[in-house]
């Protein structure tokens, strides 16, 4: 009887280990993927009224306006004067943004691999001012551990990543 | 009389730019207190910060100093190699604390060109912002998936003397990201716990935070205590703001929503 229960617990370890072995290949499990550059011109920076939110990332107070980072995308700008009712007053195209911060009616944000400066003393009318070459590294991991979806350096350059369900991812951290 | 009204202008316009030079690292970009039309605030998650005339940058493996003298024209100044994992960036008076995916590091900017590290605090691996007043630095630590191992907390670190930071307590959380020191209370801390959504800890014991308001269903990650008790809340699902003046129970004024 003794035998019988110790088999029975040997068993069912394995079948535990052999489940968590499976799991990677065979199950769906949160992860991450890579936000290409989609080949359009990545060093061009626009300026519309406003777009949709998809992916925030980062959230930045200036006086009386909130910014929102839109991960890979750009900086949606926010009259924030009443909290109860933001009102987007215009939107920074910029690709492969991450982050960005202000001083001086000066937004300095990241794109890609350099920084550009954008005048935002009218917020309603951003106004480009100017490109630093070359000076961020470009990053091909996720931030976070666990399981990514590799990069397939075929289809861009990676700006970002996002959080999604991966079945038999074949990279991790 | 129109001359006159001129020369005040450039005089005082004189004034507040010979000021501003005096004291480069005095506008802490995490502090609401002063320069706010002129300087903003980000969240803990941030990787770009700036203090004075300088503006620094993290990436994953660097440092880096731009020098704002002339707006339109940053120059990048310097470059810290950090090693890999880094993560983010967070001024406190003449200190940068940066969080990295094994501890937080702490770097002396009273000489903003060429910050110096003070000291670290390591902990295992993990994704850890940090944020910081005078007297404690408090950093969140997220594991990954279960099979690396999961560790999931707050780590609360006396920094009263900077050259020493020294672990206080360890609290347990599920999935933190982003963190934030209450506007208007030093004992108050907001947390966002990640899928567990928000919650606010009371930090006066600091031995032992002791959790006093938990909101649940949003998929949180980072926060900006504003002024005027705005609480600012990043989530997956869009940006939420809340009247917060009892931080005990918090009231949606509003959400940007995800489309």
Redesign the interface.
């Known amino acids: 009887m003794k035998n019988l229960k110790r088999t029975t617990a040997v068993v069912c370890s394995m079948l535990l280990l052999v489940a ?1 072995g499976k799991e990677k290949k065979q199950e769906s ?1 949160e992860g991450y993927k890579p936000i290409y550059a989609d080949g359009a011109d990545l060093k061009q920076v626009s300026v519309a009224a406003e777009e ?12 009386e306006y ?3 980072n839109d991960q890979a995308k750009g900086i ?1 700008i ?1 009259d ?1 004067t009443n ?4 009102v ?1 007053v215009s939107f920074i195209a910029i690709p492969g943004n ?9 937004l ?3 794109n890609i691999t350099d ?1 550009v ?1 954008v ?1 935002i003393t009218n917020p309603a009318s951003p106004d480009y ?2 490109r ?1 070459e070359d ?3 470009l ?1 091909q991991f996720p ?5 990514f979806e590799c990069v397939d350096p075929s289809k861009g350059i990676v700006v970002g990543w996002e ?1 999604t369900t991966l079945s038999n991812p074949e990279c991790f ?1 | 009389m129109k001359n006159l009204r001129n020369y005040t202008i450039v005089l005082v316009t004189l004034v507040f730019f010979a000021s501003c030079e005096k004291e480069p690292a005095q506008g802490n970009a995490n502090t609401n207190s002063m320069n706010q039309a002129t300087l903003g605030e980000g969240g803990s998650m941030a990787q770009f910060t700036i203090l004075g005339n300088y503006l620094y940058t993290v990436d994953y493996k660097s440092l880096k100093v731009f020098h704002l003298a002339d707006p339109a024209n940053p120059e990048l100044l310097e470059t810290v190699n950090l090693g890999v994992g880094i993560e983010t960036i967070f001024p406190q008076n003449d200190h940068l604390f940066i969080g990295t995916q094994n501890g937080v590091r702490i770097y002396d900017v009273t000489n903003p060109r060429q910050p110096e590290q003070v000291s670290r605090f390591d902990h295992v691996t993990s994704c850890d912002p940090v944020v910081a007043n005078d007297e404690y630095a408090l950093a969140t630590l997220r594991g990954g998936t279960p099979c690396n191992g999961n560790v999931n907390q707050l780590d609360l670190i006396d920094i009263s003397d900077i050259t020493n930071p020294t672990l206080i307590s360890s609290t347990e959380l599920l999935n933190p990201y982003g963190l934030g020191l209450a506007e208007n209370s030093t004992d108050l801390v907001y947390i966002c716990d990640g899928y567990a959504g928000v919650k606010a800890f009371d930090i006066s014991n600091p031995e032992m935070p002791e959790q006093v308001m938990h909101l649940e269903g949003l998929d949180a990650i980072d926060v900006i205590p504003d002024t005027d008790n705005n609480l600012i809340v990043l989530t997956r699902q869009g940006v939420y703001q809340y009247d917060a003046t009892n931080p005990l129970e918090l009231t949606q004024k509003s959400v940007i929503s995800v489309e």
Do not use: T
């Not at chain 1, 949709?52 to 006086?63: K, S, W």
């Not at chain 1, 909290?83 to 933001?86: E, K, L, R, V």
């Open positions: 968590c499990v949709a939110l998809e992916n925030p990332g980062r959230v930045y107070v200036y006086g909130l910014l929102i949606h926010y924030n909290p109860s009712s933001p987007e991450l982050d960005f911060s202000v001083s001086n009616g000066m300095y944000a990241d920084m400066v005048d001012v100017n630093i000076v961020f590294p990053q931030d976070e551990f666990g399981a959080k951290k």
